[in-house]
């Protein structure tokens, strides 16, 4: 079992910046491939970035070059640090935490980010 909380979502204005965090507990990190997802109202969820356990990065097309995913092992914490944000990147974002190979996954509650003048 692994508990995920996020947090840094809130209000930026666009152009702004944040830095989403997300702990996990409960398991051993280095086993998951970590990730961020989205989901803006009356859409689907959809992949931000992931990250696995050794660094390879994976990114959503339309997000290269603005948004960046990272993970700290010492502190079981993913990060997703988002730049030159928005208004169309505003929606609630979900980290994910994936065994390899194996049909476990579990998700975070999920960060209000709005992107808003």
């Known amino acids: 079992q692994v508990q995920l909380v996020e947090s840094g979502g809130g209000l930026v204005q666009p152009g702004g910046s944040l830095r989403l965090s997300c702990v996990a507990s409960g398991s051993i990190f280095s086993r998951y491939d970590m990730g961020w997802y989205r989901q803006a109202p009356g859409k689907q969820r959809e992949l931000v970035a992931t990250?696995?356990?050794?660094?390879?990065?994976n990114y959503a097309d339309s997000l290269k070059g603005r948004f960046t995913i990272s993970r700290d092992s010492a502190t079981n914490t993913v990060y997703l640090e988002m730049n030159s944000l928005k208004p169309e990147d505003t929606a609630v974002y979900y980290c994910n935490a994936r065994r390899p190979g194996l049909p476990v996954t579990y998700w975070g509650q999920g960060t209000q980010v709005t992107v808003s003048a």
């Open positions: 990250i696995t356990s050794s660094g390879i990065t």
